[in-house]
């Protein structure tokens, strides 16, 4: 026999996710009820939630039914639901399960003392140990007061703690991974870090599960809940889970010079329909792939692109295979230049286009003009006058000896007043 331990993090209970233009978005209760569905589907035999499993105190009433209707349900599918508190829910947690008189709900850790409890699962005996946050901050270090003692050898350890691991800064309960290593427990699950990640292979095993729904744009790739097998041997192994419904990503899509506005509305749509395959397939239960897009390449007429782009944020596209999948964009950057034709026929003029067209050409081949001559010059002098004043000398960071540096960032300034400039020529 073994032991299934279905692992959560940083639900944050209260809260949505971020969905442009949409009314009702998904939310953390919704994956709540996904969680407890996973957990009964797959015969899990413990549900552990390393804290802010509610998003704050004011969520009181948003988190509490959610909570408690899910921890009745997995009570009678006979599942263990072990807890401890974050720094989003350390005054909460215990209000909202206080009412509860299941036997098998724990909230370890209570007032910052560590706490372990020892069950029969399956015949196997298993302890879990875990500390909780008592107020909104902690700068200490909670493996300092942890008593190797306290837990049983010989009997698999699972260790819960909200925490920031590696960052002896943080105002997050800052904890060595070195001394989460040494401490007797088999498998630490972390809550606080919203991206999941393994800070050790084995012998502990050490593990963010991540937030089991991304939030924000901030928080992309895949998000879900991990699940941990102890077998009767000992031997551990996990897995994840990705279940979030919503998932952010970054896209990249290089522009021709030529392209007409059809053209460029099929690119992108082509574009997505080729990325998001593979995103969905890797997210069960997708409900929003939601990019971050940037535009990158030449144009003839980079105003056009601009102008052409206003209509991406409107995209709300299904796949026929994916019709659970809405595909949209969040945001757009535009970097497109323009294109070589485009520049040396607008070098030919007299103008002020003309005259920065030529000086973009020049610059990109490495050859000089007496206007670049000059604009390096004023370049060199403004650079060396800033690194000898009195404000900016502490920080020593100007080389002014690269010419390259130079050049980069008149070549970049140049193509955007250039854009600039044909954009206003298009508005006269
Ligand atoms: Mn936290």
């Known amino acids: 026999m073994s032991v299934k331990i279905l692992a959560i993090a940083d639900l944050h209970l209260g809260r949505t996710a971020s969905v442009p233009n949409i009314s009702n978005p998904p939310s953390a209760a919704e994956t709540l009820d996904e969680i407890v569905r996973f957990a009964m589907d797959n015969a899990v035999d413990v549900l552990t939630l390393s804290g802010d499993i509610v998003d704050n105190y004011n969520r009181y009433w948003e988190a509490v039914s959610p909570l408690q209707n899910a921890i009745t349900q997995l009570q009678q599918a006979g599942i263990y639901v072990i807890m401890v508190a974050g720094n989003h829910d350390f005054d909460v947690l215990n209000e909202v399960i206080k009412n509860s008189r299941s036997k098998m709900l724990f909230l370890l850790g209570k007032n910052a003392k560590w706490e372990s409890i020892q069950l029969n699962i399956n015949g196997q005996d298993i302890q879990f140990v875990g500390w909780s946050f008592n107020s909104r901050y902690t700068i200490h270090d909670p493996l300092r007061d942890f008593d190797p003692q306290q837990i049983s050898k010989n009997i698999p350890t699972v260790g819960l703690l909200h925490c920031e691991a590696d960052t002896p800064e943080s105002q997050y309960a800052p904890v060595n991974s070195d001394t989460l290593s040494g401490s007797g427990v088999d498998v630490w699950i972390l809550g606080h ?228 400039l044909l954009a206003q020529q298009e508005n006269e």
């Not at 551990?236 to 279940?243: H, R």
């Not at 102008?307 to 949209?328: F, G, K, M, V």
């Not at 973009?360 to 206007?371: A, K, R």
């Open 193 to 420: 870090i919203h991206k999941a990640s393994q800070l050790k292979k084995s012998n502990p095993l050490i593990f963010y599960p991540g937030s089991p729904l991304a939030m924000n744009a901030g928080e992309q790739g895949i998000h879900g809940a991990s699940l941990v097998i102890i077998d009767d041997s000992g031997q551990i192994n996990y897995e994840s889970y990705p279940f979030s419904a919503v998932r952010y990503e970054n896209i990249k899509i290089s522009i021709k010079p030529e392209l007409n506005q059809d053209e460029f509305r099929s690119l992108v749509l082509n574009v997505l329909e080729e990325t998001s395959p593979k995103l969905i397939d890797d997210s069960n239960n997708l409900q929003f792939l939601i990019y971050d897009l940037q535009l990158s390449g030449e144009h003839d007429n980079p105003v056009e692109i601009a102008n052409w782009a206003q209509e991406l944020t409107d995209i709300r596209h299904r796949i026929p295979e994916y019709p659970n999948t809405q595909i949209l964009i969040r945001k757009y950057e535009i970097s497109v230049n323009p294109a070589l034709t485009a520049l040396e026929n607008l070098a030919k003029e007299s103008s002020p286009a003309g005259k920065l067209a030529d000086s973009i050409i020049c610059l990109q081949n490495g050859d000089e003009n007496p206007f670049i001559n000059k604009l390096r010059q004023s370049w060199h002098e403004k650079q060396n006058a800033l690194s000898k004043h009195n404000t900016f000398r502490e920080l020593n960071h100007f080389d002014t000896t690269k010419a390259d540096e130079a050049d980069r960032y008149i070549l970049q300034e140049c193509r955007y007043l250039l854009t600039e």
